[in-house]
Every structure is written in C-alpha cells, then in structure tokens.
C-alpha cells in the first residue's frame, strides 16, 4: 500500500477530513486590539500553523464552548480577568500544559495549574483633588473610611474586576474585614453603581465623585487619547498606586489555556508558549495598555511609561480566581451589587 492509499484508507476509516491534517489551530478569544494582526500573523509566519479565530464576549465564549462539548474546535480559550480564567477552570474546560519555557518565562504567582496569565492591568485609585486629599485614598481600605462619605463612586459590585479585588482583601485581611469594608463603601457611594471603569474616572474629573476604582488600562487609554475631553478628564484626576505601604496594588490578568477537548493540542502548545516570547508579550500587553508578564520585556507604552513602577500584590492568581465565589457572597451580603 503507498501511503497515499494508507492516508485515503485512514481517513475513510476514521472520518478524518484531510483539512484536520493540515496544521491549524482554532483560538476562542475575548480579546481583540489593533495589535492582534500582528500577534496571530506572526505566529503563522514562524510555524506555518494556520489560526481560526473566534471572537466574541467572555461569557459568551465560555458558553460556546460548554454547549459544544466534547466536539468543541476550540483549541485554545483567551480571557480577560482571573475570575473568568477561574470559572473555565472550574467548569472542567482547560487541560493541564507542562511546558518547561512557560515555568520559566511566566513568573509562578501568575500561573494556575491549568491556565497561564500573559499580561497584567492593576486596579488603581483614582481621585479628583480639589474633593478629597491624597492621604485619604493610598489604600483600598481607606475608601470604606466614614470620612469619605458621599464621595466614592464604583462600577458594580458583581463585576469581575470588583470580584477579583474583593478575593483579593479577603486573601490579606480575611472574610469578616472584607465584609465590613463592603458594607462601609456602599455606605460612602455618591451614586449607586453604574456603568464602567471609564465611567468612574470620567465622574471623578466631573467632579461627581471625589473618588473611585478603575483598571490601569482604562486611565491609560484616556492619558494616550488624542481627544481634548479625554485629556480635559485625564487632567483634573490623579491616579495612586493603592496599598503600597502594605500588600501591594491588586494586579489581574488577561491569559489562556489549552481546552480539554482541543482538537490540535501540539499547536495549542507551541501557541501558548508563543505568547510568552518577548514579541508576542510586547503585543499582547500593548494591544491593551497592559503589562507583560515576562520581567524581561519591556513596556513601550507612553502612559505606562509615565505611570511609572509600582508594587504588585504577589498573592497566586489561581488562588485568587478560586476566592471569588466567597467574595461574590459577601458582596452580596453587605449589598454591594
Ligand atoms: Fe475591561
């Protein structure tokens, strides 16, 4: 038998289309930035693996890929946010990678056991001056202070990104600190909680609210715009690196893992290590005004560049992820929704 005749023979007997032998690798992603051409065309170019990409919301990635099962294409899932990354988790979706260059490109608090982070965003003070003075707000803790009451705004207490941060404060300060802090800041609200993070900042400049919390990349793609509104709010806020003094500035993440049922798990591999290499970091972080994870890589980003160093909460991003259950419990508790 040639092998032509073997190959026509296998894929006969196996229902193999001859298309699932040419390398291909099918990426669920809830990311998608200018920089993205670039990330997926240059993996392609160095290993000749064509990417199928799959773009849509979180929670609606996470459901396609829950309803299609064991016949589910996705090889490799991207998120943003360590309670996403945690619920995949959870739900059984992601299967282990033991990669040797990820355990050293990676720094082990931002790895999980089954998913690895790739970029990080930090959850930031930001504060209008002329309502309330900068030793009010350096830390997360003092947003609940009586003090600040009728000044702090917030997006919703059942977002991720609050989630993520409430595990956080349960981790370094413990359940029953973290609820009374809940019940304090909801009691110090200008408003009750709408809208995004962008929102909060632009109602800080506004004059709304002396203060409120939102990611780093939010402020940074306000500092980076062009726009005189967005430079006018850039201008009336200033930004504080939270909990310097004590566990560090709470730190999530965008990242991905390879799915248990992923149909062309050698290239979900080679992808996963790619976006650790120092050019895959660079776009990745950049696409989003983030943060490689790779020490070694450097930031190119104007408004990064002038936010400066800071220190980050180390606290391991899986045991985070696994916390924001409880912190969603007490959120709810203390009415902070
Ligand atoms: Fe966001």
């Given at each position: 038998?040639t092998?032509?005749?073997?190959?026509?023979?296998?894929?006969?007997?196996?229902?193999?289309?001859?298309?699932?032998?040419?390398?291909?690798?099918?990426?669920?992603?809830?990311?998608?930035?200018?920089?993205?051409?670039?990330?997926?065309?240059?993996?392609?170019?160095q290993?000749?693996?064509?990417?199928?990409?799959?773009?849509?919301?979180?929670?609606?990635?996470?459901?396609?890929?829950?309803?299609?099962?064991?016949?589910?294409?996705?090889?490799?899932?991207?998120?943003?946010?360590?309670?996403?990354?945690g619920?995949?988790?959870?739900?059984?979706?992601?299967a282990?990678?033991?990669?040797?260059?990820?355990?050293?490109?990676?720094?082990?608090?931002?790895?999980?056991?089954?998913?690895?982070?790739?970029?990080?965003?930090?959850?930031?003070?930001i504060?209008?001056?002329?309502?309330?003075?900068?030793?009010?707000?350096?830390?997360?803790?003092?947003?609940?202070?009586?003090?600040?009451?009728?000044?702090?705004?917030?997006?919703?207490?059942?977002?991720?990104?609050?989630?993520?941060?409430?595990?956080?404060?349960?981790?370094?300060?413990?359940?029953?600190?973290?609820e009374?802090?809940?019940?304090?800041?909801?009691?110090?609200?200008?408003?009750?909680?709408?809208?995004?993070?962008?929102?909060?900042?632009?109602?800080?400049?506004?004059?709304?609210?002396?203060?409120?919390?939102?990611?780093?990349?939010?402020?940074?793609?306000?500092?980076?715009?062009?726009?005189?509104?967005?430079?006018e709010a850039?201008?009336?806020?200033?930004a504080?690196?939270?909990?310097?003094?004590?566990?560090?500035?709470?730190i999530n993440?965008?990242?991905?893992?390879m799915?248990k049922?992923?149909?062309?798990?050698?290239?979900?591999?080679?992808?996963?290590?790619?976006?650790?290499?120092?050019?895959?970091?660079?776009?990745?972080?950049?696409?989003?005004n983030?943060?490689?994870?790779?020490?070694?890589?450097?930031?190119?980003?104007?408004?990064?560049?002038?936010?400066?160093?800071?220190k980050?909460?180390?606290?391991?991003?899986?045991?985070?992820a696994?916390?924001?259950?409880?912190?969603?419990?007490?959120?709810?508790r203390?009415?902070?929704?």
């Amino acid at each position: 038998m040639t092998n032509k005749i073997l190959l026509a023979a296998l894929v006969s007997a196996f229902g193999l289309s001859t298309a699932a032998t040419a390398a291909e690798l099918n990426v669920y992603s809830a990311r998608h930035y200018q920089t993205d051409e670039q990330l997926y065309g240059n993996f392609t170019k160095q290993t000749g693996i064509k990417i199928n990409r799959i773009e849509a919301k979180e929670d609606e990635l996470l459901e396609r890929i829950r309803n299609e099962g064991a016949n589910s294409p996705a090889d490799v899932f991207i998120t943003v946010d360590a309670s996403r990354l945690g619920k995949a988790d959870d739900l059984g979706l992601f299967a282990p990678v033991k990669s040797a260059e990820l355990e050293a490109r990676i720094p082990a608090h931002l790895r999980a056991a089954n998913w690895f982070s790739y970029s990080t965003r930090a959850r930031v003070i930001i504060y209008n001056p002329e309502m309330v003075k900068a030793e009010q707000v350096q830390t997360y803790e003092q947003l609940a202070d009586p003090a600040l009451k009728g000044k702090v705004c917030s997006r919703s207490g059942s977002h991720p990104y609050n989630l993520s941060l409430g595990a956080a404060m349960i981790k370094h300060n413990g359940a029953e600190a973290t609820e009374k802090w809940a019940s304090s800041i909801v009691a110090n609200f200008a408003r009750a909680p709408k809208g995004g993070d962008t929102d909060q900042i632009r109602a800080v400049a506004a004059g709304e609210c002396g203060v409120a919390i939102a990611n780093s990349y939010y402020l940074a793609r306000l500092m980076n715009s062009e726009k005189r509104e967005d430079q006018e709010a850039v201008a009336r806020v200033k930004a504080v690196w939270p909990n310097q003094a004590s566990w560090g500035t709470h730190i999530n993440v965008s990242g991905a893992g390879m799915l248990k049922n992923a149909p062309n798990k050698d290239a979900a591999v080679k992808f996963l290590e790619y976006l650790a290499s120092d050019e895959a970091q660079a776009y990745f972080a950049n696409g989003n005004n983030e943060w490689p994870v790779v020490p070694s890589v450097k930031v190119d980003n104007a408004a990064l560049n002038k936010l400066g160093e800071f220190k980050a909460d180390t606290l391991p991003i899986g045991e985070l992820a696994a916390t924001v259950a409880e912190a969603q419990r007490i959120f709810d508790r203390a009415g902070f929704r």
